[in-house]
């Protein structure tokens, strides 16, 4: 029971990025994020996207996996605010089909 509850806790801050601490933005992504209304509301439906992927069930092991990878091959890749709304919409898809 401990370790769910660890395991919990570690999602919970992956999902917090849907509220980012923007004085905390290193990357060019994070930075072009805290800019962008457009892309923080992306980043509000995809952390959305997760906590219902996490009530249906799906295994926040795999979830908080597969959210790393997504982040650095995919997210922290975009240069421009077209490429990163792209990105954040096939991941909130992807949560959602899930």
Avoid: H
């Avoid at 401990?2 to 919990?8: D, K, N, Q, S």
């Avoid at 992927?53 to 092991?61: E, H, L, N, W, Y």
């Amino acid at each position: 029971m401990m370790r769910v509850a660890a395991l919990l806790l570690a999602l919970a801050s992956l999902q917090a990025q849907g509220a980012m601490d923007c004085s905390r933005a290193r990357s060019n992504a994070e930075k072009m994020l805290c800019s962008n209304p457009r892309l923080m509301q992306a980043d509000e439906q995809l952390a959305f996207a997760w906590r219902e992927a996490i009530r249906r069930g799906v295994d926040p092991k795999d979830l908080q996996e597969s959210q790393r990878e997504w982040l650095r091959d995919v997210r922290d890749a975009c240069n421009d605010t077209e490429c990163m709304l792209r990105a954040y919409q096939d991941r909130t898809a992807d949560l959602d089909n899930r």
